[in-house]
């Protein structure tokens, strides 16, 4: 759990060049920092960007106390000066960046911080945290979403995951399309839908299944789903029915070669006259898995694992890089990076189609418009405060889905290819 | 950042399940539940227990505040009933588990929870979320570490994982032998060595290079570490020498080829004079990139990534299974799983020249005692209270490091093979 403020999520690093920029006099150098992806994770397509609400709100209360200054100066990590400058410090910088929901590639500015070297560089850190593990989760999940085809999908992974990960990753898979979790922390704090009925434990508590069954539906009706398969499924499907009656709302199959237990089930269902019982299967289900069940009679997935761990991409390799200090263009120049300098101003180019063609990102000036063009930043801090009327987490859910419409339809498929939306970038002139 | 307590954290199910329970006379039946892993990830040869000091503070705060039972019956997760138990709730059973830093192995039951139905489910989604998590990053730092051979070891991945979770983590590799790490809030909270100088925008932030170093070493002095790879290494090396004289405590070389550039600098700092400077090297490091650079003169390495995702395998695959009631074992039969019920009593066995041979695992029984045998689970709450004494996190890092130098020395390769102990588990007789 978080002790105190945000501030010290953050590397040691951070705060011994604040001290030493203090002291020679570079503190104030007017700074740009850009958040951007050298690459996508190898096979995906597209970037998502996500955890940005949460950035703002942590930014807002980015301040140090007096136990963490204490703990700094009493490991000598910054000097007297500096930590009488931590304490009073509050981020007066400007941020913009691409909208929660909003798609990325290679090369695309998604957060662009700017201020004084101090406040910037301090944020660091805590940006890249925010961004790197919420954009990976909702990257994963959109996959997930589109192989679902419409059907539902439950997020069920916090098991998996670090307790307070597991909810900005509940958030994220929310924001890329999932239709509930399990998890009641972001429930209660984002209003994220929640459910979640019986594990097998409490079939092994009763004396037998049907003891278990009729507990469950005495206490949440038959608006509820019934686990099946802590014995034999099909006999476990007979009691579901024997004691909810053909009104139960679902069966959950949780293991075992899903889809011919889908097929067996929905026909044993039917036979028993549950026509309208829907069924949800879980167990290991990752993008691939969920696809290869399109075919099969189920109504609901869910998730965990794969969709928490970001299903083989845990990260998203986004870096918080300085690009420009007083106007001029910076960059680091061994390993030819090739990455380009000076602040970014990024648009997104379309069809008449209404389908997204290229992404022209151009280092200090503008984009040339034309119509059919997007312009994809929009501000978040300006003077060091948050602007009003940000989208809600309703808003970024829609926007990833019209930008998930709006990609040519190659950059949806699960294979391996190329970025499903080239980015132009255009140096200064 | 963790709003109130932990209890929220915490799957929809399992208060469905206590509801339910309550509701029949099911609540109070004695339960145990075990944690275990029915395998390792891919290529591992063991797993390492973690986070169970931080459990442990978790659950002792583990209660339902108004503000979340409110919400719990706004969304009529739980009716007034239930509300009102979960109001009340203490967690009042008993907890026994493998040491934290001791070794795991498919079925070693590293944590067992007995007392009622309903409070022992209620910890479910708390325990395998922390255990889980902690537990990977624990088995891949391990691998890092013994890949290092006695080199130092940095983590500085916070940036890669989500804002707690990166905290966890550091916690994690500190455990498994790292050396020191970049975040400062693991620092305060848990006293772990931190770590850090400058990154490459300190050095784009000045008009030259040379004035960075200067003002970096004005600052942190000579016995700091300078970053030389941001323009041509070569000259980066002539200019930290420059600046900061022979008695420079430490290069960093964070991108290019390692190996070359480690012997090229160590060369090069040897010629001007500075054959006590160290070199560190950092750059997308994982336990198969330290060890390929065993050969080479680094000194420290810096692993942020691999470490903070688990090296490939993000999350350890523990469960938290029903294994008893009332006395009796109960095992979920679908899928044959072939676990075995009842609680397990659990020893390491031993030669007598101190190398782990097999774990004995007896179901509702006690291994017979042989010389070289250890007993493995040791008491955490009795009766709901934590037990006084528990290992401190040095503790567990001593532990750690006395188990690695037990298993058979196979079980220290870091490529693929069968983990390194075999479990035998004994049903009840």
Redesign the interface.
Known sequence: ???GH?A??????????V???L??G?AD?R?V?EVFARRLPPGRRYGVVAGTGRLVD?IRSFRFDR??LD??RS?D?V?AATAEWLANFRFGGDIEGYAEGELFFPGSPILTVSGT?VEC?LL???V???L???SAIAAAAARMVTAARGRGLIE?G????????????TRAAYLAGFTST????A???FGIP?????????T???DDEE?AF???V???GRNTTLLV?????AQGIRTAIKVAGPELRAIRID??DLSVLAQHSRELLDSLGATETKIIVSGDLDEYSIAALAAEPVDIYGAG?SV???SGA??AGLV???VE?DGRP??????H?ATIGGRKTAVRRHKPTGTAIEEIVVSQGTPDSRTGDRRLQIPYFVGGSPVDGLPSLADSREHLRQGLISIPWEGLKLSAGDPAVPVTVVPAS
């Open positions: 759990m978080t002790k945000p010290l999520l953050t590397d040691h690093y951070e705060l011994t060049m001290s030493a920029a002291k020679d570079t150098r700074s920092f942590l136990d963490e703990y700094l490991r990590v000097d070297f560089v660091e850190t805590l890249l945290s925010v790197n593990h919420d069920m916090s098991r998996r995951a670090h307790e307070e990960a597991a909810v900005a990753a399990s998890n009641l922390a429930g209660m704090r929640t459910a979640g009925t019986a594990a097998h434990a409490f092994l508590l009763h003891a009729a507990a469950q005495a206490t949440l398969d802590t014995y034999d499924i293991s075992g694992t928490v761990t970001g845990p990260t918080y890089k300085l200090v910076v960059v680091k120049r061994s390993e990076k």
